[in-house]
């Protein structure tokens, strides 16, 4: 009986060394991996960056955007993040362009306000539209119609008037504010003291009537 009971002591103690052994090995290999994951995930990551890195300096464009796979695999590698960032880019590229043309025009418009005065005066303004398909020769335009007294093309921006050389430019700040007209017509010659504006309609013409400004000639 004696003998039995060493016999059983024996495997007990041997089934629990196992045991032990068995979750040591199993928390050495954890412990090890854990170490080993970060080390290789730096030298994944060392690689991935240097690649990206090439990618960018080889396209030289700023439109493609490239981001890295979050993973420590050795086969991942950049990759181009499309559509939706390049529109962003591009609708940002867009809204630079309408924000620079902006500034062109306001920058224009200050230098149409610098514009230095030679001088100023009081005269009768009316309207007229040569090109207007009831416009009546010698009344609406004389020649052509499309074709001002200075030879240059009828268009918008352009007064006739007796008053002045071809070429000179005004403003009439009580009506149009710092927009500027160019004399290149002629009125008919009873006409001493009236500048005329073109516009595209004789219903225009008819609704502008005839005023009193004062106009500021431009140096």
């Not at 080993?36 to 090439?54: D, H, K, N, Q, T």
């Not at 609708?91 to 149409?112: D, V």
């Not at 020769?137 to 119609?145: A, I, K, Q, R, T």
């Not at 009873?190 to 609704?207: G, L, M």
Request: hydrophobic share 35%.
């Amino acid at each position: 009986m004696s003998k039995q009971s060493s016999s059983s002591d024996d495997g007990s103690l041997n089934i629990a060394f196992f045991s032990v052994l068995t979750v040591s090995l199993f928390l050495l290999f954890i412990f090890s991996e854990g170490e080993a994951l970060p080390e290789e995930g730096g030298r994944e990551m060392a690689v991935l960056s240097s690649l990206e890195s090439e990618l960018q300096e080889d396209l030289k464009a700023d439109n493609v955007a490239l981001y890295n796979e979050n993973t420590f695999l050795a086969q991942s590698a950049p990759s181009y993040h499309d559509a939706q960032l390049l529109a962003v880019k591009e609708e940002n590229k867009k809204e630079e362009k309408e924000e620079s043309k902006k500034e062109e025009k306001e920058e224009s418009k200050k230098e149409e306000k610098e514009e230095e005065v030679a001088k100023e005066m009081w005269v009768a303004l009316t309207a007229y539209a040569p090109l207007d398909p009831g416009a009546i020769e010698g009344m609406c335009y004389s020649g052509n119609p499309a074709i001002t007294a200075s030879g240059t093309n009828v268009r918008e921006g352009v007064v006739a008037t007796n008053l002045f050389d071809f070429g000179t430019r005004i403003r009439i700040p009580s009506l149009f504010g710092d927009r500027i007209f160019v004399v290149e017509d002629r009125m008919s010659s009873r006409f001493t003291n009236t500048v005329d504006i073109f516009v595209h309609s004789r219903q225009e013409a008819s609704s502008f009537g005839r005023k009193g400004a004062t106009i500021e000639v431009l140096k």
